[in-house]
């Protein structure tokens, strides 16, 4: 079962345009994670933010993190062609039978 | 740079024969996870590990799926007999250890099954 639901699946955006997505979960958690993955390839990890912490910035990507609505944004400034991939969030549960579980994903891409 | 190795990178069997998949991950990382990713899905973990020992294989098929990291370094992910819906990426990735620890991925294993 998926605890991550991305929003919106799939995203088209103009060079240059900002690229929000979001991701819901169902339980309790740890951390939450970003990931990209670009076609056909493994996982490259983004972003960490932990359950105590709001917000988190790594050069043009800003995440931030609502855990009273089981929440959390990724926001890509400036697009890139190169920013073309899919993005998953991944979240750790609290409870001692809780695994790492990624969501479904968002298709990004970036117009020319 | 360190990288997550995986082989073999693409593999096509029929239906009902065995298939293995080998992972070897950065050195010095405790925590190696095996998933299975469907095409347009997001990856499913299948089995972890910390060090030798499994931590999780709730979503493995164990009636036909097996794992192992005999010596705690590399492993093995072994499917017998193989099924039509077992065609999927099968992912390989590691972490310095369990817990709020970034997860490098090798570039996966595109399996067919005909």
């Known amino acids: 079962s998926q605890q991550g639901e991305e929003d919106p699946q799939a995203l088209s955006i103009q060079e240059g345009e900002n690229a929000t997505m979001n991701c819901s979960y169902k339980t309790s958690i740890n951390n939450l994670q970003w990931y990209r993955q670009n076609s056909g390839r493994g996982l490259v990890h983004l972003i960490l933010?932990?359950?105590?912490?709001r917000e988190k910035h790594s050069g043009r990507l800003r995440v931030t993190l609502d855990t009273s609505k089981k929440s959390s944004s990724l926001l890509i400034t400036a697009s890139r062609a190169a920013d073309t991939a899919s993005y998953f969030c991944?979240?750790?549960?609290?409870?001692?039978?809780?695994?790492?579980?990624f969501g479904s994903g968002t298709r990004l891409s970036i117009r020319p | 740079e360190a990288e997550v190795a995986q082989s073999p990178r693409y593999k096509i069997t029929e239906k009902s024969q065995a298939v293995a998949f080998w992972c070897d991950p950065i050195?010095?990382?405790?925590?190696l996870y095996w998933y299975r990713q469907i095409l347009g899905q997001g990856p499913e973990l299948l089995v972890q590990f910390q060090d030798e020992s499994v931590v999780d294989d709730s979503q493995l098929p164990k009636d036909r799926f097996s794992a192992e990291r005999l010596k705690g370094v590399d492993s093995t992910l072994k499917i017998q007999p193989a099924e039509l819906g077992d065609s999927a990426m099968y992912l390989c990735?590691?972490?310095?250890?369990?817990?709020?620890?970034?997860?490098?991925f090798g570039p996966g294993t595109r399996l067919t099954v005909l």
């Open positions: 990735a590691s972490s310095l250890r369990q817990g709020a620890y970034e997860q490098f």
């Open positions: 050195s010095g990382h405790a925590t």
């Open positions: 933010i932990r359950s105590n912490e």
């Open positions: 991944a979240t750790d549960g609290r409870s001692s039978a809780s695994k790492i579980i």
